[in-house]
Nanobody
C-alpha cells in the first residue's frame, strides 16, 4: 500500500503562487505514474497535472499549461506542483494520486488511481 501525504495548501491572492508537495512512502517501487487532481464541492475530481515517474513525461490540463509545473524529486520521494498566476477559479481541494501503470495522454480517470492523499485546501482571494 502506497501512502501519500500532501502539504502546502494555503490562501493566496489572485495572481500569486503556491507550491504543493506530496510525500510518498511504502511500496513506492510500484508507482509508475503520479498526478495532481482537484475537486470543488459538488463537482467531479479532475486531473490538473501528471508525470510518468519512470520516464519523466509530464501532462497537463489545457487550462493549466504554462501556469502549473509538476516535478518529482526521487531522492526525497516527493512530488510537487508549482502553481503560478493563480486565478479565482483555482480554489479547490488538491489531491495527490499514484498508480501502478503508465498513462500516455491526458485526461485520466480518477477511478483508475488506487492511491490517494488526504487532500490539501487551496483558496484564492481576489
Amino acid at each position: 500500500q502506497v501512502q501519500l501525504v500532501e502539504s502546502g495548501g494555503a490562501s493566496v491572492q489572485a495572481g500569486g503562487s503556491l507550491r504543493l508537495s506530496c510525500a510518498a512512502s511504502d511500496n513506492i517501487y510500484s508507482i509508475y505514474f503520479m498526478a495532481w487532481f482537484r475537486q470543488d464541492p459538488g463537482k467531479e475530481r479532475e486531473g490538473v497535472a501528471g508525470i510518468n515517474t519512470r520516464g519523466g513525461s509530464t501532462y497537463y490540463a489545457d487550462t493549466e499549461k504554462g501556469r502549473f509545473t509538476i516535478v518529482q524529486d526521487n531522492t526525497k520521494n516527493t512530488l510537487t506542483l508549482q502553481m503560478n498566476s493563480l486565478k479565482p477559479e483555482d480554489p479547490a481541494t488538491y489531491y495527490c494520486a499514484a498508480a501502478s501503470r503508465h498513462y500516455l495522454s491526458y485526461p485520466w480517470s480518477p477511478t483508475t488511481f488506487p492511491y490517494w492523499g488526504q487532500g490539501t485546501q487551496v483558496t484564492v482571494s481576489s
